[in-house]
């Protein structure tokens, strides 16, 4: 850009002195070129301070990978690459069949686990009875061991219970006493056997169904959508493939339709100038002769190279070296870029503040310039 100016500048002097016939002395090319460094010089130090340029400018988008949600072999590839596709459109198929068979084997599950819920309950009933049958027996053989001990105790010596009696009578009632506590706690065991619910399903129940839930879901998963609308280039997917979730390795690079930015990389002192909403412009390698215009939309508050991770390392001298440029989106106002270029392209960008407005056409002819020249090159 600054050699552009300087050329322009040697053109018009070459043209003067053929013009006015201006003889070339001692006096006269001495002053042309001092003249051309002050005056050069002024403007590009005016003109880049106020009016930023970069020559590291390109569109940005972003792309969603596509990974499998389960693990399989691809049987059938449906999209195709470079094709607009809506949400739920079909990406590909993984095999459903082994994840048919799990679900079949839920669903036999959950109807055998809903089937044990009348079987508790019977259980409980029949424990219920017990305990009822184990206090008629407790009481009745409390009943005749508390006879035959007044029986005894009032006989005395001639008492017609012998203490052998007595004591089969004491062994029976405690028996019948620990048979009443044996079935109380079978009775609790199958009342809480019974009564175990999770929102009012039965627990055994729940947990087979939210098994089944997820087997369903994962044989929905086998059929891997467009998460929005967009599209599929470089597709080198092919049947047969084994699809792992990983996400460090996806299968597809899926590209949504949404709104692009040109990013510019500046340098920092241009940030002194700056601010979102200056005018700006943009030429395309792909686009020789052509100035795109729009906005300033942001101006990134953070820099990668200043970034730093916890690593429990410490951090080099080396690190701080790069001086790194600031990046600025800005947003242009061509509806037509997404059809007309690939998304991606690159160029160059130019900003126009609020100071030196004058300053600026001299910018903007120079940018012009050398979209001219992106007829030859790139």
Same mark, same amino acid.
């Given at each position: 850009m600054d050699l552009l100016l300087i050329l322009t500048y040697a053109a018009i002097c070459i043209a003067v002195f053929k013009v006015f016939k201006i003889p070339l002395n001692k006096w006269t090319v001495p002053t042309a070129i001092l /003249? &051309?460094?002050?005056?050069?010089?002024?403007?590009?130090? !005016?003109? *880049?301070?106020?009016?930023?340029?970069?020559p590291f400018a390109k569109e940005i988008f972003v792309t969603v990978p596509i990974n499998p949600a389960v693990r399989g072999i691809v049987t059938e590839v449906e999209v195709e690459p470079n094709v607009p596709l809506k949400k739920g459109d079909v990406l590909f198929r993984i095999d459903p069949r082994p994840f048919e068979a799990i679900?079949?084997?839920?669903?036999a599950a959950l109807v055998a686990a809903e089937l044990e819920v009348p079987q508790?309950?019977?259980?409980?009933?029949?424990?219920?009875?017990?305990?009822?049958?184990?206090?008629?027996?407790?009481?009745?053989?409390?009943?005749?061991?508390?006879?035959?001990?007044?029986?005894?105790?009032? /006989? &005395?010596?001639?008492?017609?219970?012998?203490?052998?009696? !007595?004591? *089969?009578?004491r062994q029976l009632y405690l028996g019948s006493?620990?048979?009443?506590?044996?079935?109380?706690?079978?009775e609790l065991r199958a009342r809480l056997a019974f009564e175990s619910n999770v929102d009012g399903v039965n627990t055994k129940v729940a947990g087979i169904k939210a098994e089944l839930d997820k087997a369903l879901f994962d044989l929905e998963q086998t059929v891997v959508r467009a998460p929005a609308d967009g599209m599929v280039t470089q597709m080198?997917?092919?049947?047969?493939?084994?699809?792992?979730p990983m996400p460090l390795r996806?299968?597809?690079?899926?590209?949504?339709?949404e709104e692009r930015y040109f990013a510019g990389a500046f340098?920092?002192?241009?940030?002194?100038?700056?601010?979102e909403g200056d005018e700006a412009e943009i030429i395309l390698d792909a686009a020789p002769g052509e100035v795109f215009k729009g906005k300033v939309a942001t101006i990134l508050p953070a820099m990668a190279e200043g970034e730093m991770q916890s690593r429990g390392l410490l951090v080099s001298g080396v690190a701080l070296m790069p001086r790194g440029r600031s990046i600025v989106l800005i947003d242009l106002e061509a509806d037509d870029m997404n059809t007309r270029f690939p998304a991606g392209v690159a160029g160059q960008a130019?900003?126009?503040?609020?100071h030196f407005a004058h300053v600026a056409v001299m910018r903007r002819v120079i940018l012009r310039m050398q979209g001219w020249l992106n007829y030859l090159f790139h």
């Open positions: /003249g &051309g460094v002050f005056i050069v010089g002024a403007l590009v130090l !005016l003109m *880049n301070y106020n009016h930023p340029y970069t679900v079949q084997q839920k669903k508790l309950e019977a259980q409980w009933k029949t424990s219920l009875a017990s305990v009822e049958r184990a206090v008629a027996d407790r009481d009745r053989t409390k009943s005749a061991y508390e006879r035959y001990e007044k029986g005894r105790k009032r /006989g &005395g010596a001639n008492s017609p219970f012998t203490e052998l009696e !007595l004591d *089969n009578k006493e620990a048979s009443l506590s044996a079935a109380q706690a079978q080198l997917l092919r049947p047969g493939i084994i699809a792992v996806s299968l597809v690079s899926f590209i949504p339709d340098w920092q002192n241009s940030l002194l100038r700056l601010k130019a900003i126009y503040t609020e």
